[in-house]
């Protein structure tokens, strides 16, 4: 069974261990963090820390960004901005990763709680019920806050949620109690 979670684009070219999981998975992209990988590929402002390993994820934000302008990719991706939530259908990178990207929308429905990327992430795991994989605690920390209703797992937890996860029904009891 195909394991789905929402994740920034960024964090797909950031973990390479998400390029190889031990079961097959689809990553739902919100579109516009598609979009911020062209200003990170270009922008003065380093995405990490390590000067080598700066390098070394820009050349991965970059290679993802050929992967994304594929013709085929693109024409997919095209056809699923046509109108607002809508999936694309599969991009393929290779026999256990797919993306699919989503047109998703800020509504500013958690006000100034969250940016509008983090909104889009939120709002699609949600609708799409399926859980959001982010390395981000403080983004962590203010859904849980929020009270957000998303599943969501911390990177490092990343084999676990492919592995075994949470159950939708033991992920909603704990939500009531």
Do not use: C
């Not at 069974?1 to 797909?12: G, L």
């Not at 990178?93 to 939120?122: H, K, R, W």
């Not at 399926?130 to 084999?159: M, S």
Request: glycine share 2%; charged share 30%; net charge negative.
């Amino acid at each position: 069974m195909r394991r789905r979670f929402v994740i920034e684009a960024v964090m797909v070219a950031t973990y390479g261990q998400l390029l190889v999981p031990n079961r097959p998975v689809d990553y739902v992209i919100p579109y516009s963090t598609i979009m911020e990988l062209y200003d990170m590929k270009e922008g003065a402002e380093p995405v990490m820390d390590d000067p080598e390993d700066d390098r070394h994820v820009k050349t991965k934000i970059a290679e993802l960004i050929e992967f994304f302008q594929d013709p085929l990719n693109k024409k997919k991706i095209e056809r699923a901005l046509q109108v607002p939530w809508r999936e694309s259908s599969p991009l393929i990178l290779n026999e256990n990763v797919s993306f699919i990207v989503m047109n998703a929308l800020d509504n500013a429905q958690f006000g100034e709680f969250f940016d509008p990327i983090e909104t889009e992430q939120i709002l699609t795991a949600g609708r799409l019920q399926i859980p959001l994989l982010t390395d981000q605690l403080e983004l962590q920390d203010r859904i849980i806050e929020a009270e957000a209703p998303v599943q969501i797992y911390d990177i490092e937890d990343f084999e676990f949620a492919v592995e075994e996860g949470i159950s939708e029904q033991d992920w909603q009891t704990s939500r009531d109690l």
